[in-house]
């Protein structure tokens, strides 16, 4: 005798809720581990992590649930938003069960393994220590691909696990368009007269610093009574529900940059973590849409909105209170015009917003090209060198400050870096349609009115959850598909006013 | 085929090892609760950790489990310490598995219940709101006690959850001392020139308090590469290993005894915690001997070393350098005295060392006859108030400062209380034992040397375990069984030299 939908959906969200719970538990380890864990602490902390992450994989991989989920994906009688659950759970499901136990024990402890050979290779600054433990990784990345399975291109079923439907078919057009566009861009800033960021450089205590960055979070809408800001090495977010948003930042005293943008970064992310609907706890519509609709939070709040001259008509004045000796010659506009200084630069997170997307592009070459085997791990340096000569005029001087720079590769994140062009620029075609949905927008933000972009973000992104896909979420936001060019005229728009050009 | 003791024995720390990831990761989400968690994230951390403790518990109650042990207690060839892991876990397992999981899942939800009516009373200030609830409590730990099973006492089978042999019969005589010994103390105290503690309710800011008690905790050898500390409103001490242990305090400006006594104490937790065999992570072996042991280490540390003239030869000047304008008219000897003022009070975790023993006998006295059924939970607050007041001489004016002002019988922690004096007693015993072992322990106190008593700990205490119960480990150590006259010798000591009384 079937038992009905709504017994059946109660087992799942029973189920899927106790996974979550054991995920979340790890959430609350990882971000201890990054904040407050003392040194001697990280070997049993890596045990109890990997013992939770086995136990949440085995329960959404067993059998039971995969009978669960498949009766439930031919019930009649369930809502749309309980569709959209199973039906996403469905294809997770699925898609996991792809991959055998064997695996991903094997993929796990390689990533252990991998992870800290980077760690001692960055020390050595010395890339040939990383080189046959990144070859392993990538061997396993290629048999991941193949089982996961792809229509056209291996790299396709790793973009997958990051961003749903990504392809190389969709992705290379884009990169393409940067790699056209971009460096006119670039010719005409390195033509006009420089812009000096030398206000961000003086000696700015640690905790003012500290007291504007939760000020800045504060304005934008981040609840404080459901989360907070902690200290690390890299700034990241974190969530244990929609209810407990953990943002992480850093001080440089001799840089304010640095914990300026990271705070308004992460707070996108944070703001976004705190607006996913809390009834849907631990369930496919409770979670993000997707890694780049996540980025696209953060990098409009970052980019669009922080490093923007509305802003700093409402925010300067207060970041001189706190540091009225060291800002006493810097007006409004000198520090907007800082606070985007377009530079080449070897260090993707410091890079700014236009430059960084050649970065991203670098990466996603090589990576295309190692993942089908066209490059060996071998010779990856000397390509990395060549590809930031070619683009960016600059080359590293050694593996620190080049191929070894990022953890991601170590931790087998293949796939991943694509998002964060992805997040630039679903930011700001979503941003340019704010502007037109919020009478006034600009206007609001140079009075501090963030609000009214909070609530529209709320309703257009936060709300649905992982409802919809990205390539959806944007049609339905802006009325068309990706269009990067939303991207290039909001850039043009910006220098025309930080460097006088004209395009 | 019988498998091989060996393999047996690998089973059987694999999964009690994850059984132990499961609860330490639940430690790490319960220390988060009461330090850092945003006040909205209560409601989803409290279903991640029933989620985690469910786990766990099934786990370690499991039948596949249970084989496991009842075959490895059949295996010829194991050493002395599997054996005794392997005695210690059967008799877990036994105890464990005479609650049905209706009657846990019961207790669970009668606990949370519980634990929001005695937080809503105590906002109240009135019993009755919590008399209801806690009739239920006490109802279930009855039936608990009866599925435990006792020789003669109910309350013994609970005693035995926090204390292991710890009886009515044992502790009758113990509790009868304290009725007749220490009155006679108090009364000389009382017609003794009475000391002042005025001076640790000056002006001590935030900051310096703190840095002053990470050197003591540092110069206890408290290490701070393996452990941290952080504010939380209760002090308490956990661990997630031997390598990771978390202290809390708190800070009242007004009041430096507050933070310098909770430092000291929890300091003592976390050196035993952190004295733990590393290697035996998740077994008996590994875990602390008992309730009573465990506070054995805090109070020796904070009573008998941290209240003692002693010390205070040596760190005295320390703290006046923190403190030159608070401190400036006060002497080591002065700071000493005040530092051991008795007075009889109403709040035990505020109670100097000596009255401190009337608070735990009264919840020993009504803790027994609630359990029996002698006293109706609706009259605890009348009777409360006339044992405080036959006691202690001082009756509460309400229920927060009087019956409602511990938190452990709305946890259902009913046969916790008896292990505080327990503690006391074996601190004054080893304590007396270490000064008979260590040459010249009191001089090298004062000068700061507390690097051999914490070895003579590790030695004597720390580094086995749950090897031995308290008795055995007291008999060990200092040639007999718990003898309550170490600690009134002990006190006649020190009040002989604050208060010039001769006894």
Chains 1, 2 share one sequence.
Not at 8 to 33: E, P, R
Not at 106 to 122: D, G, K, M, P, Y
Not at 289 to 305: D, F, K, T, Y
């Amino acid at each position: 005798m079937p038992r009905n939908s709504n017994q059946l959906y109660t087992d799942y969200t029973t189920l899927l809720q106790k996974a979550a719970d054991i995920n979340y538990a790890s959430a609350v380890l990882g971000w201890d581990q990054e904040t407050y864990m003392p040194p001697k602490g990280a070997e049993y902390r890596a045990r109890q992590l990997a013992t939770l992450a086995s136990m949440a994989h085995e329960m959404l991989t067993s059998d039971k649930y995969g009978k669960l989920i498949h009766e439930l994906s031919q019930a009649p009688d369930l809502n749309d938003t309980e569709k959209s659950n199973v039906r996403l759970s469905l294809e997770d499901y699925e898609r996991n069960r792809k991959l055998t136990p064997e695996f991903v024990e094997e993929l796990s402890r390689q990533t252990s393994e991998c992870f800290n050979a980077w760690i001692a290779a960055r020390k050595q600054n010395d890339f040939s220590l990383f080189a046959p433990s990144l070859s392993k990784m990538i061997a396993l990345k290629r048999q991941q691909a193949e089982m996961y399975g792809y229509k056209a291109h291996p790299y396709d079923a790793l973009l997958d696990e990051y961003e749903k439907d990504a392809t190389v078919e969709m992705l290379d057009p884009i990169f393409n368009g940067i790699k056209q566009q971009l460096p006119v861009l670039l010719k005409k800033i390195k033509e006009a007269p420089q812009v000096s960021n030398e206000c961000f450089h003086r000696n700015f205590p640690k905790e003012p610093q500290w007291a504007f960055g939760i000020d800045v979070l504060k304005q934008m809408g981040f609840d404080f009574e459901a989360g907070r800001q902690d200290y690390s090495e890299h700034p990241f977010t974190t969530s244990f529900s929609s209810t407990d948003v953990r943002l992480t930042t850093r001080v440089d005293e001799h840089n304010y940059a640095s914990m300026l943008w990271s705070c308004v970064h992460e707070g996108g992310h944070g703001l976004y973590e705190q607006g996913l609907p809390e009834e849907q706890y631990g369930l496919p519509l409770g979670s993000a849409a997707s890694l780049g609709i996540h980025e696209s939070q953060s990098r409009l709040w970052e980019n669009c909105v922080g490093r923007s001259h509305d802003l700093w008509k409402f925010f300067y004045p207060k970041l001189q209170k706190y540091f009225p000796d060291q800002l006493k010659d810097i007006t409004a506009e000198t520090f907007f015009k800082a606070s985007n200084r377009v530079e080449p630069s070897l260090i993707r997170t410091e890079a700014d917003e236009l430059t960084y997307h050649f970065h991203v592009m670098i990466r996603y070459e090589i990576e295309k090209e190692l993942i089908t085997g066209a490059l060996d791990p071998k010779d990856l340096p000397a390509k990395w060198n060549e590809l930031y000569y070619k683009y960016l005029g600059i080359a590293p001087k050694d593996d620190k400050t080049g191929v070894l720079q990022d953890v991601h590769w170590s931790h087998g994140s293949f796939g991943y870096f694509p998002t964060y062009t992805l997040g630039s620029f679903y930011a700001a075609q979503f941003f340019d349609q704010a502007q037109k949905d919020i009478k006034d927008l600009k206007e609001k933000i140079s009075r501090g009115e963030l609000t009214p972009l909070l609530e529209w973000l709320r309703d257009k992104v936060h709300k649905h959850g992982r409802r919809y896909t990205s390539e959806e979420l944007c049609q339905q936001i802006t009325g068309q598909k990706l269009d990067p060019q939303k991207f290039f005229r909001y850039a043009a728009e910006k220098y025309r006013e930080v460097y006088g050009i004209d395009l």
